[in-house]
């Protein structure tokens, strides 16, 4: 733990940072918030409802706030231990430093120690602006050489040149939006002679969110501060850019500094987005895909752009495994490929969706970084625009530009799988984060129960379970997904989610086969080796029930629930005994065999769960049963489960 | 609802997959090796790549495309570089053969190779480059998660095993079967570096690009930092040649035998290298090389380029050479934090010269008029050229003056060395003081000739000059104080000094005094300047007091005919000189003079005045010290109606205090009436040394002849008679006899020997007490230990004689302070 600050030390801290506050000088961090989204984000924290907070943070609450009751999400996730939003929320930017009121607060409120490492790992050092990265790639943008992204070079009268970028210029400036999208063909701008370099380059720093300097004049300057100022004061007027001044202003108070810098990036990403919609997406355009070929684009053009993605339309039709390998045989297939439900009635023309983009933004990713930097034919300059084919529906497509230029992700879980596969070939580490925690609200939510869902009939769909009513995407794909590309993440998320729901899937023959890949994917495997998604899947079985046990006394209950079962099976059974156990384990095993047995059956002739009587105070258990409560019932549910894992091990002839 | 039945991805489907990809990269790693790729597409290629790996083909594809570049290397790449490797590059390179062929022919055919080194060498990484970049996704998974080295890395490093690491194969039979295509590059980049070092111009850019290729490949495709083959093979040759080379350079240099040269050529060698690596190979490499260059140029011969008659340091420091010294210190700071040898020499040199000094002070001869006349000199205002005796005295001054000039010239010299040459250099500096601080203490008389050097100054030297001038004046005489160590000695002469410019007001200025002696508190401490404040103290006490006593006499109205005005000095014993104080002590007090009833009577009236305010003091009478002024009127000479004779003249006369007495006996004489030596020292009873003094003052030098002697002759001799001079005349109205006294400016041989056996004396009880001090502490201290402390304690004040701390001891043990411990090694404190 790193060294805790004594409490007259924060209280005064508190008192220094509540005055600040007080007369204006600072914004709070942490404001009051009692609108109903915010209580309902709130309140979803409270329940460790991920998908929904998923929603409610990319719909723009402030993660930050607090209610009434100076409550934030994250005192309140790490407060209900929901370990998983905990993280989220740090990811998506919650604020918890060591040294500060809420912070303080929120370490001390953890449920758990895990938690509390948690949060403390995520201290102000590793906690940054969830924008800094994307504003610093602004930034670098202006002395950036290879690969070229420039299309507008800026002429001083001292012979000095600027190379910058059109669009970022048109979004962050209302007078260069207004001047290029008349006039594409633009690609010099002269600097007035009258305003200094000096003067300039400081509007530059500010346009593309670099640091501003506290001196404004050079060192080699040949300009007094007054004239620079000057300078600076005219170009704010003629790009109408007032904010500018504020920045100028506050450049000697580090925190107010601070402040400042966030606004503006947060304006900035606003006006990015706003001109990305404005071009990208308006100008996007949906062709046939054989007359892609003859789409001429010129450089100069309203939109900026240096670059045509293309992303074919997903087509509900037909047998994806022709649809998809058509153009050139090596696409990757993200397309539908199993089985579609409903034969297509005809085939219709294929068409692809066109969006300008911009290779400032592009690169970004390294696949584009280097495509661009390569000698390759995208690199290559041409009378027109490149159209560059990605390997993703347009939605998806659009997502992922969404993210490149705004660093925003709004992914529906519908897409999110297949963003996976996207980002993961563009080698986005973050939006592939992204994507997983999207996919990891899988089954959270307004869905959480286990068993009541049992109940509902899965019918003809061989692999699919309940969830195929009521979740898009099918937890195998999942899983598959985190074995190929490597998603730690969602392998936990996985096996924590079949855990959930064992009974559900335990007999399926989809599932026996996924414990085989499982074992397969260690090479040269030895018997005595683990299954590491059986692993998985048993240590989240043992959190499920183990709380429960733990009060209960569990060796007592089983002991009275089973040992007249066990006695009457065992006559039933005899050849199932195994020597040496105890009795309990002893009467365990032959109460599994007793639970396969029907549960084989039921699945022929129905579910298990169909068996909805309900004595008075008596719940059903597993196999069956009766048990006299809850605790009792979830006791036998817990070793049912685990035998019938045995029993599947058995069947598979693996060891482990 | 997008729920029915999306499978986003098919993560097991076809095998056949992989074949139509790799074909398509395959094709594609073709057109990369023949330069086609522009028409190629990243976006398909890489897709391809990504499929395969993503279907779990990596480990296929990876081994595909490194068996794909092996087979290209062999076919296309290594054929042009063996068709380089000719039986004549090898053997100019590899077996050398001196004189075979022309440098310009070597030089031909060396670059020839790394030309197709270099070519090779570039295709090869733009390709691997190229390559690297389709196949990211495979490195940045699959590579990574098997731990393979990344197939960038694999590919690159066939470059090293196919080329540079490939066999001569008998080429050439002299050569051992080890050697390998690498060896020949070595060879023929130190071949050219070694010809550029000779003058030669060689392309440049090409080893750098030579260069940049070892540094971009690795021993083993692990790519360990520290293992680029620039680093384990070529860096390490690269040294060992260049240290090859400027050991013969170094001994080229040393039969040349010129320092200089030595010095401007190492300088421009250092800078050539750190060039070379700044251009030609790889600046990692700077301080390495700059290391044997300084080992082999500098370090090695340094003792010897040192010594170099003519031109070594020797020569360096007698003639000033500035700029040689500077470099000289650089290079030596390069290879010698301590700086050793040239402290050494320095040190050396800096102590002959102060010998010298010495030495030339010995011959010099004084006496010679001139050259005391040379040194400008007055010193001793009785004019040196005609009283023998006297001359000795000025003779010291002006030796006493030279030898400090010379000695603080040298310190000049060596100061200017200091700040020009050296850099301020802290080592240096505290060597040269040592040095300093050895000779001018091994020069036994250096105490007195510093304390005499500024009396000169206090005296005469800043007369006329600007308070900053003064103030070097005195840092130049506190440089000297502080190399002192016998600081007893000098405090001895300065106090003997300060009190005769003070009683007998010589002192130019009070000022620059009291700033000496500040000067000196701070330099030495307080306990050093006590007595010398204690006698300025004095002074102002009694000028107070002689004011006291003014007002005191006008006051009682007894205005006298003969009014004495009378200025005293009280000095307090312990702070003035015992030569003041004692002679008087020993040789007679005022009761032993008689003094002339006025001056009787006011001295009776001064000291009744004294003892009003002061009872039970006890005044005794310094006569020696103390001056008279008479003011006497020279009745005109009748017979003479012109000349300055013919009128009455008034004189005002500073005699001493004896002359005055002397005088005034001649008050009541007649023109031609003659006392004789006896009579007078009947009369005054003043000792008949100090007798003959006073008379030949007033009765020898022609400015001051108020008495007539006969005989004249220029000794004061019992039985010569005087008379008053009635036709004394002089342009002054002031006039200063010559006071001849005891207490003379520079001592004689015996006279020193005197104040050595003095000084030792006051010693003897500064070491027994300090012994007591240590002991009345420690309570038990062997001997060593005593001895050494003793010596710490004391080092301020001089040092010691061990000698003479071990008679303290034994002295002390006899006095029974101190016994000796039952092991006879240590000794005890007896309270």
Same mark, same amino acid.
């Given at each position: 733990?790193t060294?805790?600050?004594?409490?007259?030390?924060?209280?005064?801290?508190?008192?220094?940072?509540?005055?600040?506050?007080?007369?204006?000088?600072?914004?709070?961090e942490?404001?009051?918030?009692?609108?109903?989204?915010f209580?309902?984000?709130?309140?979803?924290?409270r329940r460790g409802d991920?998908?929904?907070?998923?929603?409610?943070?990319?719909?723009?609450?402030?993660?930050?706030?607090?209610?009434?009751?100076?409550?934030?999400?994250l005192?309140?996730?790490?407060?209900?231990?929901h370990?998983?939003?905990?993280?989220?929320l +740090?990811e998506?930017?919650?604020?918890?430093?060591?040294?500060t009121?809420?912070?303080?607060?929120?370490?001390?409120?953890?449920?758990?120690?895990?938690?509390?490492?948690?949060?403390v790992?995520?201290?102000?050092?590793?906690?940054?602006?969830?924008?800094?990265?994307?504003?610093?790639?602004?930034?670098?943008?202006?002395?950036?050489?290879?690969?070229?992204?420039?299309?507008?070079?800026v002429?001083?009268?001292?012979?000095v040149?600027?190379?910058?970028?059109?669009?970022?210029?048109?979004?962050?400036?209302?007078?260069?939006?207004?001047?290029?999208?008349?006039?594409? =063909?633009?690609?010099?701008?002269?600097?007035?002679?009258?305003?200094?370099v000096?003067?300039?380059?400081?509007?530059?720093?500010?346009?593309?969110?670099?640091?501003?300097?506290?001196?404004?004049v050079?060192?080699?300057?040949?300009?007094?501060?007054?004239?620079?100022?000057k300078?600076?004061?005219?170009?704010?007027?003629?790009?109408?850019?007032e904010? +500018?001044?504020?920045?100028?202003?506050?450049?000697?108070?580090?925190? +107010?500094?601070?402040?400042?810098?966030?606004?503006e990036?947060?304006?900035?990403?606003?006006?990015?987005?706003?001109?990305?919609?404005?071009?990208? +997406?308006?100008?996007?355009?949906?062709?046939?895909?054989?007359?892609?070929?003859k789409?001429?684009?010129?450089?100069?053009?309203?939109?900026?752009?240096?670059?045509?993605?293309?992303?074919?339309?997903?087509e509900?039709?037909?047998?994806?495994?022709?649809?998809?390998?058509?153009?050139?045989g090596?696409?990757?297939?993200?397309?539908?490929?199993?089985?579609?439900s409903?034969?297509?009635?005809?085939?219709?023309?294929?068409?692809?969706?066109?969006?300008p983009?911009h290779?400032?933004?592009?690169?970004?990713?390294?696949?584009f970084?280097?495509?661009?930097?390569?000698?390759?034919?995208?690199?290559?300059?041409?009378?027109?625009?490149?159209i560059i084919k990605?390997?993703?529906v347009?939605?998806?497509?659009?997502?992922?530009?969404?993210?490149?230029?705004?660093?925003?992700?709004?992914?529906s879980?519908e897409?999110?799988?297949?963003?996976?596969?996207?980002?993961?070939?563009?080698l986005?580490?973050?939006?592939?984060?992204?994507?997983?925690?999207?996919?990891?609200?899988?089954?959270?939510?307004?869905?959480?129960?286990?068993?009541?869902?049992k109940?509902?009939?899965?019918?003809?769909?061989?692999?699919?379970?309940?969830?195929?009513?009521?979740?898009?995407?099918?937890?195998y794909?999942?899983?598959?997904a985190?074995w190929?590309?490597?998603?730690?993440?969602?392998?936990d998320?996985?096996?924590?989610?079949?855990a959930?729901?064992l009974?559900?899937?335990?007999?399926e023959?989809?599932?026996?086969?996924?414990?085989?890949?499982?074992?397969?994917?260690?090479?040269?495997?030895q018997?005595t080796?683990?299954?590491?998604?059986?692993d998985d899947?048993?240590?989240?079985?043992?959190?499920?029930?183990?709380l &429960?046990?733990?009060?209960?006394?569990v060796?007592d209950?089983?002991?009275?629930?089973?040992?007249?079962?066990?006695?009457?099976?065992?006559?039933?059974?005899?050849q199932?005994?195994?020597?040496?156990?105890?009795?309990?384990?002893?009467?365990?095993?032959?109460?599994?065999?007793a639970?396969?047995?029907?549960?084989?059956g039921?699945?022929s002739?129905?579910?298990?769960?169909?068996?909805?009587?309900? =004595?008075?105070?008596?719940v059903?258990?597993?196999?069956? &049963?009766?048990?006299?409560?809850?605790?009792a019932?979830?006791?036998?549910?817990?070793?049912?489960?685990?035998?019938?894992?045995?029993?599947?091990?058995?069947?598979?002839?693996?060891?482990? | 609802m997008l729920?029915?039945?999306?499978?986003?991805?098919?993560?097991?489907?076809?095998?056949d997959?992989?074949?139509?990809?790799?074909?398509?990269?395959? *094709?594609?790693?073709?057109?990369?090796h023949?330069k086609?790729a522009?028409?190629l597409?990243?976006?398909?290629?890489?897709?391809?790549?990504?499929?395969?790996?993503?279907?779990?083909?990596?480990?296929l594809?990876y081994?595909?495309?490194?068996?794909?570049e092996?087979?290209?290397f062999?076919?296309?790449v290594?054929?042009?570089?063996?068709a380089?490797?000719?039986?004549?590059?090898?053997?100019?390179?590899?077996?050398s053969?001196?004189?075979?062929?022309?440098?310009?022919e070597?030089?031909?055919l060396?670059?020839?190779?790394?030309?197709?080194?270099?070519?090779s060498?570039?295709?090869h990484?733009t390709?691997?480059?190229?390559?690297a970049?389709?196949?990211?996704?495979l490195?940045?998974?699959?590579?990574?998660?098997?731990?393979?080295?990344?197939?960038w890395?694999?590919?690159i490093?066939?470059?090293?095993?196919?080329?540079l690491r490939?066999?001569?194969?008998?080429l050439?039979?002299? !050569?051992?079967?080890a050697?390998?295509?690498?060896d020949?590059?070595?060879?023929?980049?130190?071949? !050219?570096?070694?010809?550029?070092?000779?003058?030669?111009?060689?392309?440049?850019?090409?080893?750098?690009?030579?260069?940049?290729?070892?540094?971009?490949?690795y021993?083993?495709?692990?790519?360990? *930092?520290?293992?680029?083959?620039?680093?384990?093979v070529f860096?390490?040759?690269?040294?060992?040649?260049?240290?090859r080379?400027?050991?013969?350079?170094?001994?080229?240099?040393?039969?040349n035998?010129?320092?200089?040269?030595?010095?401007?050529?190492?300088?421009?060698?250092?800078?050539?290298? *750190?060039?070379?690596?700044?251009t030609?190979?790889?600046?990692?490499?700077?301080?390495?090389?700059?290391?044997?260059?300084?080992q082999?140029?500098?370090?090695?011969?340094?003792?010897? #380029?040192?010594?170099?008659?003519g031109?070594?340091?020797?020569?360096m420091i007698?003639?000033?050479?500035?700029?040689?010294l500077?470099?000289?210190?650089?290079?030596?700071?390069?290879v010698?934090?301590?700086?050793?040898?040239?402290?050494?020499t320095?040190?050396?040199?800096?102590?002959?010269?102060?010998?010298?000094?010495?030495?030339?002070? @010995?011959?010099?001869?004084?006496?010679?008029?001139?050259?005391?006349?040379?040194?400008?000199?007055?010193?001793?205002?009785?004019?040196?050229?005609?009283?023998?005796?006297?001359?000795?005295a000025?003779?010291?001054?002006?030796?006493?003056?030279?030898w400090?000039?010379d000695?603080?010239s040298?310190?000049?010299?060596f100061d200017?060395?200091?700040?020009?040459?050296f850099?301020?250099?802290?080592?240096?500096?505290?060597a040269v003081?040592?040095?300093?601080s050895?000779?001018?203490?091994?020069?036994?008389?250096?105490?007195?000739?510093?304390?005499l050097?500024?009396?000169?100054?206090l005296?005469?030297?800043?007369?006329?000059?600007?308070?900053?001038e003064?103030?070097?004046?005195?840092?130049?005489?506190?440089?000297?104080?502080?190399?002192?160590?016998?600081?007893?000695? #000098?405090?001895?002469?300065? *106090?003997?000094?300060?009190?005769?410019?003070?009683?007998q007001?010589?002192s130019e200025?009070?000022?620059?005094?009291?700033?000496?002696?500040?000067?000196m508190?701070?330099?030495?401490?307080?306990?050093?300047?006590?007595?010398?404040?204690g006698?300025?103290?004095?002074?102002?006490?009694?000028?107070?007091?002689?004011n006291?006593?003014?007002?005191?006499?006008?006051?009682?109205?007894q205005?006298?005919?003969?009014?004495?005005?009378?200025?005293?000095?009280?000095?307090?014993?312990?702070?003035?000189p015992?030569?003041?104080?004692?002679?008087s002590?020993q040789?007679?007090?005022?009761?032993?003079?008689?003094?002339?009833?006025?001056i009787?009577?006011l001295?009776?009236?001064?000291? @009744?005045?004294?003892?009003?305010?002061?009872?039970?003091?006890?005044?005794?009478?310094?006569?020696?010290?103390?001056?008279a002024?008479?003011?006497?009127? #020279?009745?005109?000479?009748?017979?003479?109606?012109t000349?300055?004779?013919?009128?009455?003249?008034?004189?005002? !006369?500073?005699?001493?205090?004896?002359?005055?007495?002397?005088?005034?006996?001649?008050?009541?004489?007649?023109?031609d009436?003659?006392?004789?030596?006896?009579?007078?020292q009947?009369?005054?009873?003043?000792?008949?040394?100090?007798?003959?003094?006073?008379?030949?003052?007033?009765?020898?030098?022609?400015?001051?002849?108020?008495?007539?002697?006969?005989?004249m002759?220029?000794?004061?001799?019992?039985?010569?008679?005087?008379?008053?001079?009635?036709?004394?005349?002089?342009?002054?109205?002031?006039?200063?006899?010559?006071?001849?006294?005891?207490?003379?400016k520079?001592?004689?041989?015996?006279e020193?020997?005197?104040?050595?056996?003095?000084?030792?004396?006051?010693?003897?009880h500064?070491?027994?007490?300090a012994?007591?001090?240590?002991?009345?502490q420690?309570?038990t201290?062997?001997?060593?230990? !005593?001895?050494?402390?003793?010596?710490?304690?004391?080092?301020?004040?001089?040092?010691?004689d061990?000698?003479?701390?071990?008679?303290?001891?034994?002295d002390?043990?006899?006095r029974?302070?101190?016994?000796?411990d039952?092991?006879?090694?240590?000794?005890?404190?007896?309270?």
């Amino acid at each position: 733990m790193t060294a805790t600050i004594r409490k007259d030390e924060l209280e005064a801290k508190i008192k220094e940072e509540k005055e600040l506050i007080r007369s204006g000088e600072l914004r709070e961090e942490n404001p009051l918030d009692t609108s109903p989204e915010f209580q309902e984000f709130l309140e979803a924290c409270r329940r460790g409802d991920l998908r929904r907070c998923q929603e409610l943070i990319s719909s723009g609450v402030n993660i930050n706030s607090k209610d009434q009751f100076d409550y934030t999400p994250l005192i309140i996730a790490s407060l209900c231990g929901h370990y998983e939003l905990v993280q989220l929320l +740090l990811e998506s930017g919650a604020l918890a430093d060591r040294g500060t009121w809420v912070g303080e607060r929120t370490v001390y409120n953890a449920l758990n120690d895990r938690i509390r490492n948690l949060l403390v790992s995520y201290d102000f050092s590793k906690s940054t602006d969830p924008l800094q990265e994307w504003a610093s790639h602004l930034t670098a943008l202006l002395g950036r050489k290879t690969p070229k992204t420039a299309d507008l070079t800026v002429i001083t009268s001292s012979g000095v040149t600027f190379d910058l970028h059109r669009f970022i210029l048109s979004a962050r400036s209302p007078y260069f939006y207004k001047k290029l999208v008349d006039a594409p =063909e633009t690609t010099t701008w002269r600097l007035p002679a009258t305003i200094p370099v000096d003067s300039f380059t400081f509007v530059l720093r500010y346009l593309y969110l670099g640091d501003l300097p506290r001196d404004v004049v050079g060192p080699d300057s040949t300009s007094t501060e007054e004239e620079v100022f000057k300078g600076i004061d005219k170009l704010c007027k003629q790009l109408e850019i007032e904010k +500018l001044w504020e920045a100028v202003l506050s450049a000697n108070d580090r925190r +107010l500094a601070r402040q400042r810098y966030q606004d503006e990036v947060a304006r900035a990403q606003r006006q990015v987005e706003e001109t990305f919609r404005g071009t990208v +997406l308006k100008h996007k355009m949906v062709v046939d895909t054989d007359k892609v070929d003859k789409i001429k684009w010129p450089h100069h053009n309203a939109m900026f752009a240096d670059c045509i993605l293309r992303a074919d339309v997903e087509e509900d039709v037909e047998d994806g495994a022709v649809t998809t390998e058509s153009t050139n045989g090596i696409g990757i297939p993200v397309g539908p490929h199993a089985v579609a439900s409903d034969p297509a009635p005809a085939k219709k023309r294929k068409r692809s969706a066109l969006y300008p983009v911009h290779k400032a933004f592009l690169i970004r990713s390294p696949y584009f970084e280097t495509m661009f930097s390569s000698q390759f034919l995208e690199a290559q300059e041409t009378e027109h625009l490149h159209i560059i084919k990605m390997d993703c529906v347009p939605e998806v497509l659009e997502m992922v530009l969404n993210f490149l230029y705004t660093e925003k992700a709004d992914i529906s879980l519908e897409l999110a799988l297949d963003l996976l596969y996207t980002s993961d070939m563009l080698l986005l580490d973050k939006l592939k984060t992204k994507a997983a925690q999207a996919i990891s609200t899988l089954g959270s939510g307004s869905n959480v129960t286990v068993t009541v869902d049992k109940s509902k009939a899965k019918k003809e769909n061989g692999n699919g379970k309940e969830e195929v009513e009521v979740e898009p995407i099918n937890v195998y794909d999942v899983i598959r997904a985190a074995w190929d590309l490597n998603v730690q993440r969602l392998e936990d998320f996985v096996a924590r989610y079949l855990a959930d729901r064992l009974e559900d899937y335990i007999d399926e023959a989809d599932f026996s086969e996924l414990i085989q890949e499982s074992a397969l994917r260690l090479k040269a495997r030895q018997e005595t080796d683990t299954i590491e998604l059986l692993d998985d899947i048993r240590y989240y079985l043992n959190e499920r029930f183990r709380l &429960r046990f733990e009060d209960a006394g569990v060796d007592d209950m089983l002991e009275q629930n089973d040992t007249e079962l066990a006695q009457q099976y065992q006559r039933e059974v005899p050849q199932d005994s195994k020597d040496g156990e105890t009795d309990v384990a002893y009467a365990m095993g032959v109460a599994i065999d007793a639970a396969v047995k029907p549960k084989v059956g039921a699945n022929s002739a129905g579910d298990v769960g169909q068996l909805t009587g309900e =004595e008075e105070g008596a719940v059903q258990t597993l196999d069956g &049963r009766w048990a006299e409560d809850e605790l009792a019932a979830d006791a036998i549910n817990y070793q049912v489960l685990l035998d019938r894992i045995d029993a599947m091990l058995e069947k598979l002839k693996l060891d482990a | 609802m997008l729920t029915t039945t999306k499978q986003p991805i098919v993560g097991r489907a076809g095998e056949d997959d992989f074949d139509p990809c790799w074909d398509l990269l395959r *094709q594609a790693l073709i057109d990369v090796h023949e330069k086609n790729a522009g028409k190629l597409s990243f976006e398909q290629l890489y897709r391809a790549s990504y499929k395969i790996v993503l279907r779990k083909k990596g480990e296929l594809l990876y081994d595909r495309v490194k068996e794909f570049e092996e087979k290209w290397f062999r076919d296309h790449v290594m054929p042009p570089i063996e068709a380089l490797l000719t039986k004549s590059l090898i053997n100019i390179t590899l077996v050398s053969m001196p004189n075979s062929t022309s440098t310009n022919e070597r030089r031909q055919l060396g670059e020839k190779f790394l030309v197709g080194i270099r070519d090779s060498w570039v295709d090869h990484n733009t390709s691997m480059n190229m390559i690297a970049d389709i196949l990211m996704y495979l490195d940045r998974t699959y590579s990574t998660d098997n731990g393979r080295p990344s197939l960038w890395a694999t590919t690159i490093g066939l470059f090293r095993d196919n080329i540079l690491r490939a066999g001569l194969g008998g080429l050439v039979d002299e !050569l051992d079967q080890a050697s390998v295509i690498f060896d020949v590059v070595n060879a023929v980049v130190m071949d !050219l570096i070694n010809l550029e070092r000779d003058g030669d111009v060689i392309d440049r850019s090409l080893i750098r690009k030579i260069v940049n290729m070892l540094e971009m490949l690795y021993e083993t495709n692990e790519e360990v *930092q520290d293992e680029r083959l620039y680093l384990t093979v070529f860096e390490p040759a690269y040294l060992a040649n260049s240290r090859r080379y400027y050991q013969s350079e170094c001994e080229k240099l040393l039969r040349n035998g010129d320092a200089a040269e030595w010095l401007r050529h190492t300088q421009r060698r250092l800078a050539e290298e *750190q060039t070379r690596c700044e251009t030609t190979i790889s600046i990692s490499t700077a301080d390495k090389i700059a290391e044997v260059v300084q080992q082999e140029l500098i370090s090695a011969h340094l003792d010897e #380029f040192l010594a170099m008659e003519g031109s070594g340091l020797r020569s360096m420091i007698d003639n000033d050479r500035l700029e040689d010294l500077a470099i000289l210190y650089q290079l030596i700071s390069r290879v010698d934090p301590k700086k050793e040898a040239l402290k050494r020499t320095i040190q050396s040199r800096v102590r002959d010269l102060g010998l010298e000094i010495e030495q030339e002070l @010995k011959k010099t001869d004084f006496s010679v008029p001139q050259t005391a006349a040379a040194e400008g000199d007055e010193a001793a205002p009785d004019a040196p050229a005609k009283a023998q005796p006297l001359n000795q005295a000025a003779q010291q001054t002006a030796a006493a003056i030279k030898w400090v000039d010379d000695v603080l010239s040298l310190k000049d010299k060596f100061d200017n060395f200091h700040v020009n040459c050296f850099d301020e250099d802290i080592i240096i500096q505290s060597a040269v003081t040592r040095s300093f601080s050895e000779f001018i203490n091994q020069f036994n008389r250096s105490s007195e000739y510093v304390s005499l050097f500024i009396d000169d100054n206090l005296k005469r030297g800043i007369r006329g000059k600007t308070e900053a001038e003064v103030d070097t004046v005195l840092d130049k005489a506190i440089v000297l104080v502080r190399y002192l160590t016998d600081r007893d000695m #000098f405090e001895r002469y300065y *106090q003997k000094h300060l009190a005769r410019r003070l009683l007998q007001g010589k002192s130019e200025s009070h000022a620059a005094e009291k700033e000496m002696i500040s000067r000196m508190k701070q330099e030495m401490g307080s306990h050093f300047t006590s007595k010398f404040e204690g006698m300025f103290k004095d002074m102002d006490l009694s000028r107070d007091l002689t004011n006291g006593y003014r007002e005191h006499i006008r006051g009682l109205g007894q205005v006298e005919q003969h009014r004495v005005d009378l200025n005293i000095s009280v000095l307090t014993t312990n702070s003035w000189p015992p030569e003041v104080m004692g002679r008087s002590a020993q040789e007679g007090t005022l009761g032993d003079c008689t003094m002339p009833p006025e001056i009787a009577r006011l001295r009776e009236s001064f000291y @009744k005045y004294y003892l009003k305010d002061r009872s039970g003091r006890i005044l005794t009478w310094v006569v020696t010290a103390g001056t008279a002024e008479l003011k006497c009127m #020279f009745p005109k000479v009748s017979g003479k109606e012109t000349g300055p004779l013919s009128k009455d003249r008034r004189y005002e !006369l500073t005699v001493s205090t004896y002359g005055m007495i002397v005088l005034l006996l001649f008050n009541d004489l007649g023109p031609d009436e003659w006392l004789s030596f006896e009579e007078i020292q009947e009369k005054t009873n003043i000792p008949p040394q100090e007798l003959s003094r006073t008379l030949a003052s007033v009765s020898l030098a022609a400015k001051a002849r108020v008495l007539l002697k006969n005989p004249m002759s220029k000794q004061v001799r019992p039985g010569d008679k005087f008379s008053y001079n009635a036709s004394f005349v002089s342009k002054a109205i002031k006039i200063k006899a010559p006071i001849i006294n005891t207490t003379s400016k520079v001592e004689g041989d015996e006279e020193r020997k005197e104040t050595e056996k003095k000084n030792d004396d006051t010693r003897k009880h500064i070491i027994d007490a300090a012994i007591v001090r240590i002991m009345k502490q420690r309570k038990t201290l062997s001997h060593a230990n !005593l001895v050494s402390e003793v010596i710490t304690q004391l080092a301020n004040r001089f040092k010691p004689d061990v000698s003479m701390v071990k008679v303290r001891i034994e002295d002390l043990l006899y006095r029974e302070y101190l016994e000796r411990d039952e092991d006879g090694t240590s000794y005890r404190y007896l309270a």
